[in-house]
């Protein structure tokens, strides 16, 4: 498992540099409000993609499970619907991001100072979501069926892409805020390319025959009862941290564009979490599918030790040395208390958001995706909100935003823990068959 969630840390490391490198080249090149235009993005567009994402996953899950089962008919049908869903999915988004962003951005409180700025970046993003979705697809089912190094090949390359364009767009050509979403698209292309070159070429069950891309409804089914749950469950969390968002937005641009600096900064410090959470994910899909609970149980206790604990070093970095991390993105003494404050709040806490997204992960991979959506969706988004909405009213400061995090973090840990302590081996039925998809 460790072999295989390598390359997914190096993957998401990638991919979370070309990400912060928007926000490095416009804060330091243009200055604070565009960083608070890019830094703010993180959540709308999770917001909107975020369903779509948790969808894959839940292809992803079966996949894994036909594979491993080395059912070929069926895999190659579970394939073709997911392409064709993550097609439809595209369009969809392209056509509702460009449309509701202003209307988002005004309920999340942006202040008019950014307000066009932020709506640039996220018209321009989203013209060209469908190849994030295709990319996500792409990857999903590679690394459902094992493969996570050809991902991280091709984020390695589309990364470089990405910031050789922020460079020329930005520092040279002094394009604006709307360039650094240009230059993330292109990229996102060039890694959707090659990924579906790589499904298209192989001779394997899994493999991409465009004329047979389409909706199975059976197996179309089988996906959405997978999906919807994590689906949702990525919605409501980023549902959440809009509203988390538009409580910070109060305090002006500059507490934008600090703690949109340090969202950068801990992006890095997620990668060990969602790389185990994704490897734990596809083990248990696969191992079930084989029907090896034994290999089932020693990858759940393996990454449930390593990721808590790769993530709380990476915790203690960031909060002895978020001066240093955030100055890089602005050096305005004001923003830099901002992301500072922040990061020395939330950054101790971060084995509590790994220990959650490892247990998700292994719930999901089990084919019970159902328990981490209500959990997420009752700690993560209403008590999240509630917390807030109360706490704000009563202490004012932004610094209450903050503990929102390690506080549902830490309270989703408890309740997974107690969920874990319930399950039974063999943890799911064989797989179904045919008809049952």
């Known amino acids: 498992m460790l072999l295989f969630a390598i390359p997914i840390f190096f993957s998401n490391l990638f991919q979370q540099l070309y990400n912060a490198a928007d926000s490095l080249i416009v804060g330091n090149f243009i200055g604070e409000q565009a960083l608070a235009a890019v830094g703010s993005s993180g959540s709308l567009i999770m917001l909107l993609i975020g369903f779509?994402?948790?969808?894959?996953?839940?292809?992803?899950?079966?996949?894994?499970?036909?594979?491993?089962?080395?059912?070929?008919?069926?895999?190659?049908?579970?394939?073709?619907t997911t392409v064709a869903?993550?097609?439809?999915?595209?369009?969809?988004?392209?056509?509702?991001?460009?449309?509701?962003?202003?209307?988002?951005?005004?309920?999340?409180g942006t202040p008019e100072d950014v307000m066009s700025s932020s709506v640039l970046y996220f018209r321009v993003y989203f013209l060209g979501c469908s190849a994030v979705v295709l990319y996500n697809i792409g990857a999903g089912i590679l690394q459902s069926v094992g493969d996570s190094r050809s991902p991280m090949k091709y984020l390695i390359l589309s990364s470089i892409v990405n910031v050789v364009l922020d460079l020329l767009?930005?520092?040279?050509?002094?394009?604006g805020v709307g360039s650094a979403a240009l230059a993330t698209?292109?990229?996102?292309?060039?890694?959707?390319?090659?990924?579906?070159?790589?499904?298209?070429?192989?001779?394997?069950?899994?493999?991409?025959?465009?004329?047979?891309?389409?909706?199975?409804?059976?197996?179309?089914?089988?996906?959405?009862?997978?999906?919807?749950?994590?689906?949702?469950?990525?919605?409501?969390?980023?549902?959440?941290?809009?509203?988390?968002?538009?409580?910070?937005?109060v305090f002006g641009s500059a507490a934008m564009a600090?703690?949109?600096?340090?969202?950068?900064?801990?992006?890095?410090?997620?990668?060990?979490?969602?790389?185990?959470?994704?490897?734990?994910?596809?083990?248990?899909?696969?191992?079930?599918?084989?029907?090896?609970?034994?290999?089932?149980?020693?990858?759940i206790r393996f990454g449930l030790l390593c990721s808590p604990l790769l993530a709380e070093v990476i915790g203690v970095i960031i909060f002895?040395?978020?001066?240093?991390?955030?100055?890089?993105?602005?050096?305005?003494?004001?923003?830099?208390?901002?992301?500072?404050?922040?990061?020395?709040?939330?950054?101790?806490?971060?084995?509590?958001?790994?220990?959650?997204?490892?247990?998700?992960?292994?719930?999901?991979?089990?084919?019970?995706?159902?328990?981490?959506?209500?959990?997420?969706?009752?700690?993560?988004?209403?008590?999240?909100?509630?917390?807030?909405?109360?706490?704000?009213?009563i202490f004012p400061t932004i610094q209450v935003v903050y503990w929102a995090y390690p506080l549902t973090w830490g309270i989703s840990s408890l309740l997974f823990a107690f969920c874990l302590t319930k399950l039974k081996f063999p943890p799911m039925e064989e797989i179904p068959q045919a008809e049952g998809y």
């Open 52 to 80: 779509v994402n948790g969808m894959a996953l839940g292809a992803g899950v079966l996949i894994a499970q036909l594979y491993g089962a080395q059912d070929r008919e069926r895999l190659e049908r579970a394939v073709h």
């Open 85 to 108: 869903m993550g097609l439809a999915c595209g369009i969809a988004l392209t056509v509702l991001g460009v449309a509701l962003s202003p209307q988002i951005l005004r309920w999340m």
């Open 169 to 175: 767009f930005v520092a040279v050509l002094g394009f």
């Open 185 to 249: 698209v292109i990229s996102q292309v060039v890694s959707a390319f090659l990924a579906f070159r790589k499904l298209s070429l192989t001779q394997e069950a899994y493999g991409v025959r465009w004329r047979q891309v389409r909706f199975d409804l059976p197996m179309l089914r089988r996906v959405v009862g997978l999906g919807i749950p994590s689906g949702v469950q990525n919605s409501v969390i980023a549902l959440a941290n809009v509203i988390v968002q538009s409580n910070i937005n």
């Open 258 to 299: 600090g703690c949109g600096a340090h969202a950068k900064v801990e992006g890095f410090a997620f990668l060990p979490i969602t790389c185990f959470a994704l490897a734990l994910s596809t083990f248990v899909s696969q191992n079930i599918g084989a029907q090896r609970y034994d290999r089932v149980r020693k990858g």
């Open 320 to 393: 002895f040395l978020s001066p240093v991390f955030v100055s890089a993105f602005n050096n305005q003494p004001e923003v830099i208390a901002y992301g500072v404050n922040y990061a020395r709040t939330v950054a101790l806490f971060y084995f509590l958001l790994a220990f959650s997204h490892c247990c998700a992960g292994i719930l999901r991979g089990m084919g019970r995706p159902i328990i981490p959506m209500a959990i997420m969706l009752l700690i993560w988004c209403a008590l999240r909100i509630t917390y807030i909405t109360v706490t704000v009213r």
